[in-house]
């Protein structure tokens, strides 16, 4: 089953970036609860740009999500400081989002995820920046296995991202990413998991729904297996319940669709 990572409380969004900033919990208890409803196996944290201390902001953020919900965290940031704070607070099964296939990166974070028994996303990017093709995205994602496996994390612990770029401005990359989701899983058995940040692709574009449902479930005939998106979007919930039937991991009924959201409701009440 596609793991939903809740993207909505992003510093990058402005109600967001206005709450963390003024420490308002009120639209971040909001969203937690309203994702969470939707059937949200994650709840993404990042605190922004705008923070003058990230690390408070992350400690702030996550304890005001656990007052409403303990829905898993993931803890989204650049920097491993602000990660490891998120860390304390969300435990084991928590995700690290991210960390690169830079090798200054790989030390700081995968001994963290081992210790605090977290998962890890890792980005197919490095110090020279997101390679234009699949081949150059794989030769990333086979350093990060390889590190997986040297710092005694489960292959399956690994999630990697072979990064969405929008389509308007870097259209060659959407179909490298979709090789790259297919090809990494012939790199380990098991395989690492494969994540995206869907909604990366439709920036600045007209019709973001209808591109970044469209993309989904393309991803999701190759394999993907995880995806921050947007869960408030039911359009983009129907289709992945429709892809589910057409690839055959579901059963067919008329009511494929209520069935589907009711089973991942049930899945988040206590
Ligand atoms: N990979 C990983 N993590 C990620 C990303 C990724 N985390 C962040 C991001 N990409 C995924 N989350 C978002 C969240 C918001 C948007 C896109 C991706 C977004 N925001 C609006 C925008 O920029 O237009 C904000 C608009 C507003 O202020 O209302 O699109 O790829 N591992």
């Not at 020279?128 to 296995?145: F, K, Q, T, W």
């Not at 973001?208 to 449902?213: E, F, P, V």
């Not at 869960?231 to 690839?247: E, F, N, W």
Request: aromatic content about 4%; proline content about 6%; hydrophobic content about 45%.
């Amino acid at each position: 089953m596609l793991i939903l990572i809740g993207e909505r409380i992003n510093g990058t969004y402005k109600d967001i970036g206005r709450a963390v900033k003024n420490r308002n919990p009120e639209p971040v208890r909001d969203w937690a609860l309203r994702q969470a409803g939707q059937g949200a196996d994650y709840l993404d944290l990042n605190v922004g740009t705008l923070s003058s201390d990230p690390v408070e902001a992350m400690k702030w953020l996550a304890l005001t999500v656990r007052e409403v919900t303990d829905c898993p965290l993931c803890f989204d940031s650049p920097d491993p400081d602000v990660i490891r704070a998120g860390l304390e607070i969300g435990g084991e099964g928590s995700i690290i989002n991210s960390c690169s296939a830079e090798r200054g990166r790989i030390e700081s974070l995968f001994p963290v995820a081992h210790k605090f028994g977290a998962r890890v996303i890792g980005l197919t990017m490095n110090e020279r920046g997101i390679p234009r093709d699949a081949d150059s995205r794989m030769a990333l994602a086979m350093e990060l296995v390889a590190a997986a496996d040297e710092f005694g994390l489960p292959a399956d612990d690994l999630l990697i991202d072979p990064l969405l770029l929008p389509v308007g401005v870097a259209q060659e990359h959407a179909s490298e990413a979709l090789k790259t989701i297919s090809a990494v899983k012939m790199l380990s058995n098991p395989p690492p998991r494969t994540v995206v940040g869907l909604s990366n692709i439709s920036q600045r574009t007209f019709d973001r729904s209808l591109i970044n449902r469209t993309f989904l479930v393309m991803a999701m005939a190759v394999g993907l297996d995880a995806a921050i998106l947007d869960v408030s979007d039911d359009s983009l919930l129907d289709a992945i319940a429709t892809a589910r039937i057409l690839l055959n991991q579901e059963i067919y009924a008329d009511s494929y669709i209520k069935l589907f959201r009711s089973r991942k409701q049930d899945r988040q009440s206590p």
